[in-house]
C-alpha cells in the first residue's frame, strides 16, 4: 500500500507470484549456467511447422481466427487424437484452441468451477495447476504419490473428498515425476470419479513422451468419462515450440461453449500463423515422428540419469515426460532452494527445488531436472553433474 493511500494490489495476487521454476531459471541465467530448470524443450522444430508458419504470414493469415482456432488445426487436432487414443472428439463443437495448454486449462477453470469447489490433486504437482486454481477462488486438495512408483492410495483419495468437492485433476504423463497413470489405475479413477460425480481435468502435454514400453491412456476415452472429462493438452512439447503458445481443450459440447467463451474473453485467439504452423506439422508428421521422440527423449533419460547415478544423485528414474526428481537429501543448504543453489554454485547446473512441487515441507530432499535438451549440451550437463561427487 502506498503510503497516506487505501490503494493496494488484489488479494488474488497473493495466490499468483512468480514460481520457483522461474526463479531458478532466472539465477541461471545469471551464473550463465545450463538451465535444466525450466522445460522450454530447446531442440529443433520439426521443419514442417516451421514452413507452415511462414507461408501463413506471407499468406497474409494475420489476423483475429475463430476464438475456437482455425478450422483446419481443429481438425488436424481431432485426427491425432483418434489415431493415437481413440477419442471421438467433434472438431467444430468439441476443441478450443487456446494460448497454450495453461491457458487452455484457466478458461476450463473459469468455466466449470465456482469459488470455494475443492479440486483433487496428486503431490508432487504442477505448480501453474495450483496457480491456476487458486487465481479462479478454487481450493486444491492434496493427495500423496509414493515413490519410487508413484503410487496412490485409494483409502486417501476417498477421505479426501467434502461436499464441496468437484473435480479431480490428473496429469500423466506426469510433471514432475515422470509417473505415467496406468489403465488400471485410470479405471479406478474413472470410477472414483463418477461415484462422486467429479468433473476430470487431465493434462496430457507430455502424452507422446513415454519410455520402457508405457501407454498413454487418455482418460476421456475410458467408459463414462466422456462428458465429464475436460483433456487439455498441447503441441509445445511434442514440437518444441514452447513459446508459440498454442494448446487446447477437448470435451463434451455442453462445457466447450462456456470455456470458448472465456477463451474469447482472456486471449480473443492464439496467434493466427502459429496456429498454421502446428496444422502443417500435424498433417505433414506420420506416426514415425511421434515414435522418434520416445526413442529420443528416452535414451537422454537413461544417458542423464545415469550421470545423477554417477553423482550420487539417486534418480527417480521417469516412465514419461522429461523430467527426473532425484535425491539431493545429502547436499550442503539448510533448505531445498540451498541445495538446488550448491547445485547451481558448483556444477552451473540449474534445477528446481523439490518444494515448488509440494504444499507445507514436501519435497525437502528432492530438485527435479529437465533433460529436453540437444544431445551436445546434455552432454556437457551429465560431464558437470558427475563432477559433483567431488566438488
Known amino acids: 500500500m502506498m503510503p497516506g493511500s487505501s490503494l493496494s494490489l488484489a488479494s488474488r495476487c497473493d495466490c499468483v507470484m512468480q514460481s520457483e521454476i522461474r526463479a ?4 541461471c541465467a545469471r551464473a550463465g549456467g545450463i538451465n535444466l530448470s525450466q522445460g522450454v524443450c530447446d531442440t529443433p522444430v520439426p521443419q514442417p511447422v516451421v514452413q507452415g508458419a511462414i507461408d501463413a504470414v506471407l499468406r497474409g493469415q494475420n489476423t483475429y481466427t475463430a476464438h475456437s482456432g482455425i478450422r483446419v488445426l481443429r481438425e488436424a487436432i481431432a485426427g491425432k487424437q483418434r489415431r493415437f487414443t481413440g ?6 463443437n468439441g476443441i478450443i484452441v487456446s494460448a497454450g495448454a495453461t491457458g487452455a486449462m484457466y478458461c476450463a477453470f473459469m468455466a466449470l468451477l465456482d469459488p470455494g469447489d475443492e479440486v483433487i490433486l496428486f503431490e508432487p504437482f504442477y505448480g501453474y495447476h495450483v496457480a491456476t486454481l487458486r487465481a479462479v477462488g478454487a481450493v486444491a486438495v492434496f493427495v500423496p504419490l509414493h515413490p519410487p512408483g508413484w503410487a496412490f492410495e485409494m483409502e486417501v483419495l476417498e477421505a479426501a473428498v467434502t461436499p464441496r468437492t468437484r473435480a479431480i485433476l490428473v496429469n500423466t504423463p506426469s510433471n514432475p515425476s515422470g509417473k505415467v497413470f496406468s489403465r ?5 479413477l474413472a ?3 463418477e461415484r462422486h460425480d467429479l468433473f476430470v481435468f487431465t493434462d496430457e502435454m507430455y502424452e507422446h513422451f513415454l519410455f520402457d514400453g508405457k501407454e498413454h491412456v487418455s482418460m476421456a476415452t475410458l467408459p463414462g468419462m466422456r462428458q465429464r472429462t475436460v483433456t487439455v493438452s498441447g503441441l509445445s512439447k511434442t514440437f518444441s515450440i514452447t513459446g508459440w503458445r498454442i494448446g487446447y481443450a477437448m470435451c463434451d459440447p455442453k462445457w466447450a461453449a462456456a470455456i470458448g467463451n472465456f477463451n474469447d474473453l482472456v486471449y480473443v485467439c492464439a496467434p493466427a500463423p502459429l496456429q498454421m504452423g502446428v496444422a502443417a506439422g500435424l498433417l505433414a508428421l506420420g506416426d514415425d515422428y511421434y515414435r ?3 526413442a529420443e527423449y528416452g535414451a537422454k533419460r537413461d ?6 547415478a554417477d553423482a550420487g544423485l539417486e534418480p527417480y528414474v521417469p516412465e514419461g515426460a522429461y523430467y527426473v526428481l532425484a535425491d539431493v537429501s545429502h547436499l550442503p543448504g539448510q533448505g531445498p532452494r540451498e541445495k538446488a543453489m550448491h547445485i547451481l554454485r558448483t556444477t552451473g547446473v540449474a534445477a528446481v527445488p523439490g518444494s515448488a512441487f509440494y504444499h507445507g515441507y514436501g519435497g525437502d530432499g ?13 552432454a556437457e550437463a551429465c560431464d558437470r553433474i558427475r563432477g559433483i561427487r567431488s566438488g
Not at 184 to 188: A, G, H, N, R, V
Request: charged letters at 20%; one cysteine or more.
Open 184 to 188: 488400471d489405475e485410470l479405471l479406478q
Open 292 to 294: 522418434g521422440l520416445a
Open 303 to 308: 544417458l542423464f540419469c545415469g550421470a545423477l
Open 366 to 378: 528432492l530438485a527435479r531436472f529437465c533433460f529436453a535438451k540437444e544431445g551436445p549440451v546434455l
Open 191 to 193: 470410477g472414483f470419479a
Open 24 to 27: 531458478m531459471s532466472v539465477e
Open 87 to 92: 477419442m471421438e472428439v467433434d472438431p467444430d
